[in-house]
T-cell receptor, first 114, second 114 residues
Framework: DGGITQSPKYLFRKEGQNVTLSCEQN?????MYWYRQDPGQGLRLIYY???????QKGDIAEGYSVSREKKESFPLTVTSAQKNPTAFYLC?????????????FGDGTRLSIL | AQSVSQHNHHVILSEAASLELGCNYS??????LFWYVQYPGQHLQLLLK??????LVKGIKGFEAEFIKSKFSFNLRKPSVQWSDTAEYFC????????????FGKGTRLHILP
C-alpha cells in the first residue's frame, strides 16, 4: 500500500544529544513536510521541501535540520540546540497537480527527553 | 504574518446537535483551504477541501464547509453530530500565490456526549 512511514514511533533523547526522525513515502510525491504538534498549539511547520535537494524553513525551524537527498525520504534531525524538543512530530507529503492537493500524513513520532 | 485562527479550542455537544467550527485566515491572495480530522489514536486525514468553484464544499461523513471570501472564513458544519465524531479538527490554508507552505490552525477538540 502507498503511504508515509515514520520511524521510530517513540524516541527518547538525552540532554545534548542529536536525534534523527525518519520519514519515508512511496507515493511518488514531490513535496514533503515536518510539523510539530503540541497540545493546544495545533501543527506548527518546521521545514518543508518542494523538490529533491531543496528545502525551506517553516515557522519554527530553529534547533532542527533536514535533508532531501532522495524524493522518498525527508529525515528530520532534532539538534541539541532545540531546548524544548518534547513533542509529537508529524511528517506529511503532497503530490503534484497543483496546490489544491491535500497532504497525506504519517502516524507520527513521539519524542521525549530523558 | 500569515495565520489561521480557530476560535473554538474545545467544544462539547450532545449527539444530534448541530455543529459549526470557526476558521479564519489572514492571507490576502488566492487560497486553498482544508479541514483535517484526527480521531483518537489515528493519523490526520482529510475531511474536505476548497480550491475553486462552489464555495459550499461537501466532505466525508456528512461534513460541509463554506468559503466566505469577504470574511476570510472557512467554517466547518454538520447538521447532526454523532458520538463517533469525537476528534480534533484542524483548519489549514495554502496561499496559492506563494508556494507549498501550508499553515494549520491550533485545532478544535470536539467531544460528543452519547
Amino acid at each position: 500500500d502507498g503511504g508515509i512511514t515514520q520511524s521510530p514511533k517513540y524516541l527518547f533523547r538525552k540532554e545534548g544529544q542529536n536525534v534523527t526522525l525518519s520519514c519515508e513515502q512511496n507515493l511518488n510525491h514531490d513535496a514533503m513536510y515536518w510539523y510539530r504538534q503540541d497540545p493546544g498549539q495545533g501543527l506548527r511547520l518546521i521545514y518543508y521541501s518542494q523538490i529533491v535537494n531543496d528545502f525551506q524553513k517553516g515557522d519554527i525551524a530553529e534547533g532542527y535540520s533536514v535533508s532531501r537527498e532522495k524524493k522518498e525520504s525527508f529525515p528530520l534531525t532534532v539538534t541539541s540546540a532545540q531546548k524544548n524538543p518534547t513533542a509529537f512530530y508529524l511528517c506529511a507529503s503532497r503530490g503534484t497537480g497543483g496546490f489544491n492537493q491535500p497532504q497525506h500524513f504519517g502516524d507520527g513520532t513521539r519524542l521525549s527527553i530523558l | 504574518a500569515q495565520s489561521v485562527s480557530q476560535h473554538n479550542h474545545h467544544v462539547i455537544l450532545s449527539e444530534a446537535a448541530s455543529l459549526e467550527l470557526g476558521c479564519n485566515y489572514s492571507y490576502g491572495g488566492t487560497v486553498n483551504l482544508f479541514w483535517y480530522v484526527q480521531y483518537p489514536g489515528q493519523h490526520l486525514q482529510l475531511l474536505l477541501k476548497y480550491f475553486s468553484g462552489d464555495p459550499l464544499v461537501k466532505g466525508i461523513k456528512g461534513f460541509e464547509a463554506e468559503f466566505i471570501k469577504s470574511k476570510f472564513s472557512f467554517n466547518l458544519r454538520k447538521p447532526s453530530v454523532q458520538w463517533s465524531d469525537t476528534a480534533e479538527y484542524f483548519c489549514a490554508v495554502n496561499n496559492m500565490n506563494r508556494d507549498d507552505k501550508i499553515i494549520f490552525g491550533k485545532g478544535t477538540r470536539l467531544h460528543i456526549l452519547p
